[in-house]
């Protein structure tokens, strides 16, 4: 079980961290990734964290601006948005599945999404 947290309404600029807390399963043997569906668009990756944590990779757009990080206690994963744009603007889930892929059908299990708007 997935559950992503934290979207909200936040000007450009700003920063926002979500949250998904991960249950059921060990991000010691799966890697844990976000993705993000704008209004019209496909969904597509923004990074990624390998199985037990010992790489993160992230997509281009995103590059600088977002990070991954992992709270072991409380076996959650977070990311943190920073310099957000309006073009950030979209539904944002979180992920498990055996390796870090940018192919969404790969992905075993997903949280059900969290909506970030970035607009003044």
């Known amino acids: 079980q997935l559950q992503a947290s934290g979207g909200g309404l936040v000007q450009p600029g700003g920063s926002l961290r979500l949250s998904c807390a991960v249950s059921g399963l060990s991000l010691d043997y799966h890697a844990l990734g976000w993705f993000r569906q704008a209004p019209g668009k496909e969904r597509e990756g923004v990074g990624c964290?390998?199985?037990?944590?010992?790489?993160?990779d992230y997509a281009d757009a995103v590059k600088g601006r977002l990070i991954i990080s992992r709270d072991y206690a409380k076996n959650t994963v977070y990311l943190q948005m920073n310099g957000l744009k309006p073009e950030d603007t979209a539904v944002y889930y979180c992920?498990?599945?055996?390796?870090?892929?940018?192919?969404?059908?790969?992905?075993?299990?997903w949280g059900q999404g969290t909506l970030v708007t970035v607009s003044s």
């Open positions: 964290m390998s199985s037990g944590g010992g790489s993160t």
């Open positions: 992920a498990a599945g055996a390796m870090c892929t940018t192919k969404v059908d790969e992905w075993f299990y």
